[in-house]
């Protein structure tokens, strides 16, 4: 069975930093694209990033040159390093892959 389990999330202030991860389990991750997508208060769900079977990587507009995902493929890990931080960027942050596999979402809180 696939399994994504995201952790990292928290409260952090605007301009700061925090690294989720996302650790999967019931697949050959190495074959898979993974991607993270966020959910915040009132709002759809969107793509944040994403990143292929071979290290290619895509991301929103709204993040792009602030955050970064890679990939371990010996630890079965993909993460999402977020810097300068801003309030608009609070919302539940959840692990993806094809076809409609989703983790249960970690809580990332940008506030002072």
């Known amino acids: 069975q696939v399994q994504l389990v995201e952790s990292g999330g928290g409260l952090v202030q605007p301009g700061g930093s925090l690294r989720l991860s996302c650790e999967a389990s019931?697949?050959?991750?190495?074959?898979?694209?993974m991607a993270w997508y966020r959910q915040a208060p009132g709002k759809e769900r969107e793509l944040v990033a994403r990143?292929?079977?071979?290290?290619?990587?895509n991301y929103a507009d709204s993040v792009k040159g602030r955050f970064t995902i890679s990939r371990d493929n010996a630890k079965n890990t993909v993460y999402l390093q977020m810097n300068s931080l801003k309030p608009e960027d609070t919302a539940v942050y959840y692990c993806?892959?094809?076809?409609?596999?989703w983790g249960k979402g970690t809580l990332v809180s940008v506030s002072s």
């Open positions: 990143i292929t079977s071979a290290d290619s990587t």
């Open positions: 993806y892959r094809n076809m409609n596999y």
């Open positions: 019931g697949f050959i991750f190495a074959l898979y694209s």
